[in-house]
């Protein structure tokens, strides 16, 4: 149980254009999800926090406007990484709550998102 | 602001050579300090969650321990297979946010 999906695994895209990730919970439902970045040899920083049915909550330090959030139920959360350039290359992680989880607190993560922008 | 230190960055084992991971922290009103392990190009698998000072927990080889600074990670006799980067975590306040440490990658040689 408690199974976390990510497309694509993997991404190319060349500076300018958007690139959406999904992450989706297969198996539980998720009314929070979580989306993280990590650079190489480096831990997970947190980006986002999103909420089904409500407007995401931001990391300081987070451009709002650059990486959109959608979360539109209660399985599925999308990243879109707008007018993406070379900085943005990065390993994408997202996690979900498993709402009726005995662990109320745990996060389950799935399996990464490697972008890169060209 | 809640910090998460791991010690050591490193760590290299021979095969059936017993060691322990250290997460010391630092966090406002502790909910939960996780245990994940991260294969390369990969995302973090659970491993345990503690709650309150003085748990542990167990899963074939591992052991995880909590005091109110800090969380071992035991490892007992292990194989190659568990070479990988093992990730600390807390969960503190009123929300849901995980803050990590930077980790420790451990390599055992077989």
């Known amino acids: 149980g408690a199974v976390v999906s990510q497309h694509p695994s993997w991404v190319i895209c060349k500076s300018g254009t958007s690139v959406k990730i999904e992450c989706r919970s297969l198996?539980?439902?998720?009314?929070?999800m979580f989306w993280y970045r990590q650079f190489p040899k480096q831990s997970l920083m947190l980006m986002a926090t999103?909420?089904?049915?409500?407007?995401?909550?931001?990391e300081q330090g987070v451009e709002k406007d650059k990486f959109l959030i959608n979360h539109a139920s209660l399985t599925l959360s999308t990243l879109t990484v707008t007018s993406a350039h070379p900085e943005d290359s990065s390993f994408y992680i997202c996690?979900?709550?498993?709402?009726?989880?005995?662990?109320?607190?745990?996060?389950?993560f799935g399996p990464g998102t490697r972008l890169t922008v060209t | 602001e809640d910090q998460v230190t791991q010690s050591p960055e490193a760590l290299r084992l021979q095969e059936g050579e017993s060691s322990s991971l250290n997460c010391s922290y630092t966090?406002?009103?502790?909910?939960?300090l996780f245990w994940y392990r991260q294969d390369p190009g990969k995302g973090p698998e659970f491993l345990f969650t503690l709650y309150s000072a003085g748990e542990e927990k167990e899963k074939e080889r591992l052991k995880a321990t909590l005091t109110k600074k800090e969380s071992f990670l035991h490892i007992t006799a292990p194989k190659p297979e568990d070479s990988a980067t093992y990730l600390c975590a807390v969960q503190g306040g009123s929300n849901y946010k995980l803050t990590f440490g930077k980790g420790t990658l451990l390599t055992v040689n077989p």
């Open positions: 996690s979900a709550r498993d709402l009726m989880g005995t662990g109320a607190y745990e996060q389950y």
């Open positions: 999103s909420n089904e049915g409500s407007k995401a909550t931001y």
């Open positions: 198996d539980f439902q998720a009314t929070t």
């Open positions: 966090v406002s009103g502790l909910r939960g």
